[in-house]
């Protein structure tokens, strides 16, 4: 039996209960097969794939806190710290009642590649808890953040894991979960990114995922002599993510119809009106059918159905498996010409493998949202200096990263004979840096 197989073979047999990560390790460890053939001695010697999909430690603990009718409640929280090899763990944090240890696995498993996609010096990790930041008031929030942080205050720092954004957790989390570090620990450090901007925070990062995608979207196109100008564009999510791709693409002259939340979604045949989409989302934190409430134009759905509109561009910014293979069949009837994932494995392993037969050009979420992270990275560079650079600046080393990334996993594609298999040639890329590290840093 291949390396490969004997490995994904022990991986499902300790992980038969958590669906999510066997997906994200069947994903990249199919994918490395030929860079794992061309080095399977060394590779099974050092017990490479063994190590790498085995998290370094995995925290759990109980955040109890008061809500405000007086009532104490409990939820469970993790925090993955997946591999170091290049640097500190660094990765999101995410709120949300569908929150399990598989599903934090398969996040702090996706940043490792992702982090070493950055070209900056980011390890892999990620965490969250089970609660659900839905119609909670301000103070029942804190209360939630200041606990959480009392307990994970212990095992993360500057140097050590860098926590962050993702779904549920905004600036204003950020805030409160900083504030309860420093009031803790005594130490006013870069231990959290994603931070306000009058307490360490960079310019760029609050747009940086969204922004990022369209970047390598833009450079995709360009080189298949293509580009965002007159595009229509599919959406799903309607939170951090989506909202500033949703921009960047009309920026560049793109039109974005569609955006979703968890219980429906709009047709906007005008083109997504971003500053509502934000004042409904941002500020009062409503549903979709408030912005359509506002367009005479929109239409507002319940349930699932963006990947039936017709478009140019899909890209899923919501969370894991919202693209199933059925949507994949519509999307490529549809003409549609490429799929890149600002979400985190968005994309069932069916529908992937459809788009990518059917001609459709597919970039994963580990190449594709990196810029989020990236920017988070340049969050750390500016606190350890003590600096803060100029948005341009930002802006700027953003952009390079992106298109960066891009002309990486499309030379690791080809050099391992997959021409314009993206999904192949992100997970080579990032694996070759960290597996060099690992190797050099003996058994640990
Ligand atoms: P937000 O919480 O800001 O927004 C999430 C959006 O997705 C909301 O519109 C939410 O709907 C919708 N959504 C969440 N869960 C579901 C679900 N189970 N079914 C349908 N819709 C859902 O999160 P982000 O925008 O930050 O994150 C979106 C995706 O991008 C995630 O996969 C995240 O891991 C990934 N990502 C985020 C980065 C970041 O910097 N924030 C960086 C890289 C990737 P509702 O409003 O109803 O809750
Ligand atoms: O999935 C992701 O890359 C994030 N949620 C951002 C992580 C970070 O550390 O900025």
């Known amino acids: 039996m291949s390396y490969v197989d004997e490995v994904l073979e022990i991986v499902q047999k300790k992980n038969a209960d958590q669906p999510e990560f066997l997906q994200a390790v069947t994903e990249v460890l199919d994918s490395l097969r030929p860079v794992i053939d061309a080095n399977e001695e060394l590779y099974r ?37 997946f591999n170091n090899a290049i640097g500190p763990y660094k990765g999101g944090l995410r709120l949300h009642p569908s929150v399990n240890l598989g599903i934090i696995k398969f996040l702090g498993f996706e940043q490792i590649f992702k982090n070493s996609l950055t070209t900056l010096p980011i390890g892999g990790g990620k965490g969250g808890c089970d609660f659900d930041p839905k119609g909670k008031s301000d103070r029942e929030i804190m209360a939630f953040c200041q606990s959480f942080m009392t307990e994970l205050c212990k095992y993360i720092g500057a140097d050590v894991d860098v926590p962050a954004g993702d779904i549920g957790t905004g600036a204003r989390e950020i805030g409160y979960m900083f504030g309860q570090f420093k009031r803790i620990r005594g130490s006013y450090e870069g231990v959290l990114t994603g931070k ?17 995608l369209l970047y390598l979207t833009e450079e995709l196109m360009k080189c298949h002599g293509e580009s965002m100008q007159g595009k229509t564009v599919c959406v799903s999510g309607a939170g951090n993510v989506a909202i500033y791709a ?75 498996n919202e693209l199933l293979l059925e949507d994949a069949k519509q999307l490529v009837a549809n003409g549609c010409k490429a799929v890149c994932e ?51 600046e930002v802006d700027a080393k953003l952009k390079n990263i992106m298109v960066t990334i891009y002309h990486n996993i499309d030379d690791a594609a080809k050099r391992y004979g997959v021409e314009g298999d993206y999904v192949a040639g992100a997970n080579i890329a990032g694996f070759e840096k960290v597996v060099q590290a690992m190797l050099a840093q003996g058994v640990c």
């Not at 010697?45 to 104490?72: M, S, Y």
């Not at 992937?352 to 594709?368: R, S």
């Open 45 to 81: 010697k050092n017990a490479i794939l063994e190590r790498i999909t085995e998290p370094d430690r995995q925290i759990i603990f109980r955040v109890p806190w008061v809500d405000d009718k007086g009532q104490v409640q409990v939820n469970r929280a993790f925090r993955v710290q």
């Open 196 to 212: 306000g901007l009058t307490y360490g925070g960079s310019l760029v990062r609050t747009e940086a995922t969204g922004y990022g």
């Open 246 to 320: 949703i921009q960047k693409a009309h920026q560049m002259g793109a039109k974005v119809v569609t955006c979703s939340d968890s219980t429906g979604w709009i047709y906007d045949p005008d083109g997504i009106d971003v500053e509502l989409l934000k004042d409904v989302k941002e500020v009062k934190r409503a549903r979709l059918t408030e912005y359509a409430a506002a367009r005479p134009n929109a239409q507002y759905h319940e349930g699932r159905g963006v990947w039936q509109i017709k478009c140019d561009i899909a890209l899923p910014c919501a969370t894991q």
């Open 342 to 392: 600002g979400a985190n494995m968005p994309t069932t392993l069916d529908a992937t493998k459809y788009l990518q037969e059917n001609g459709v050009w597919f970039v994963g979420g580990k190449a594709a949202n990196a810029g989020g992270v990236a920017t988070s990275a340049l969050e750390m560079s500016q606190n350890s200096e003590r600096l803060s650079w100029s948005f341009d």
